[in-house]
């Protein structure tokens, strides 16, 4: 992922809305990428993942899209809640010919929910 | 299942001290991996553990070790603590090194002052 400055971007949107939260990540190699949730005083938690052979994932109110041509990866929200308010971490992981690497994250957004 | 526990969550030590951290990965996994999160670089991967063996290190100074033991439980030790060593240390545990799934621990909270 891209180096880390010293603030988050930030999203804020009201409660109801749909989200976008976006990524780009490093390496045209990583074959596997996640997004994480992080709130405050507590680790990473896994939301979804998605192989490189595809370009779109849906779990229950989550979406993710991966373009592989510019190395973007972007995590929909639908109908957010002010229990989504966290940090989002994107990740990918490279393969190394059958074992996988480690996480290699972007910078986090800190998404902000108004009720 | 008990998720992965890390001890303690909170540590104050002096510059120069040395710090262990503890970490118990999910019953079943083998893997354990360790990272640094900082305001300022973020998420940084450390080193990752599979069979009590380092598979993998990161862009860290030596005074950042680890070990693993057959229990598959992991301590990382930082020596010669400097201030900017201060930071949320997470551990995550996976099956083994082919799969993806990492979980993670709640972190334990380093201040060096």
């Known amino acids: 992922g891209e180096s880390v400055g010293l603030h988050l971007p930030t999203l804020s949107v009201q409660e109801g809305d749909n989200s976008i939260i976006n990524c780009a990540y490093s390496?045209?190699?990583?074959?596997?990428f996640i997004w994480y949730k992080q709130e405050s005083g507590k680790g990473p938690q896994f939301i979804i993942d998605?192989?490189?052979?595809?370009d779109k994932r849906q779990g229950q109110r989550v979406t993710v899209l991966l373009n592989k041509t510019v190395k973007h990866l972007s995590l929909q929200i639908a109908a957010t809640q002010p229990g989504d308010s966290a940090v989002y971490f994107c990740?990918?992981?490279?393969?190394?010919?059958?074992?996988?690497?480690?996480?290699?994250f972007g910078k986090g957004t800190k998404l902000s929910v108004k009720p | 299942k008990a998720g992965v526990t890390q001890t303690p969550r909170y540590l104050i030590k002096t510059r120069g001290q040395q710090v262990t951290l503890s970490c118990s990965p999910i019953?079943?996994?083998?893997?354990v991996s360790w990272y640094q999160q900082t305001p300022g670089q973020g998420l940084q991967f450390l080193f990752e553990?599979?069979?009590?063996?380092?598979?993998n290190k990161g862009n860290f100074p030596g005074r950042f070790s680890g070990r693993q033991f057959s229990n598959s439980r992991s301590e990382m030790n930082v020596s010669t603590l400097e201030l900017g060593d201060s930071a949320l240390y997470l551990c995550?545990?996976?099956?083994?090194?082919?799969?993806?799934?990492?979980?993670f621990g709640s972190g334990t909270r380093l201040t060096v002052v």
């Open positions: 995550a545990s996976r099956l083994g090194v082919s799969t993806y799934g990492y979980t």
């Open positions: 390496n045209s190699a990583s074959d596997y």
């Open positions: 998605i192989r490189s052979n595809m």
């Open positions: 990740a990918e992981i490279l393969n190394y010919g059958g074992s996988q690497g480690n996480l290699i």
């Open positions: 019953s079943g996994h083998r893997s």
């Open positions: 553990y599979f069979s009590e063996t380092q598979r």
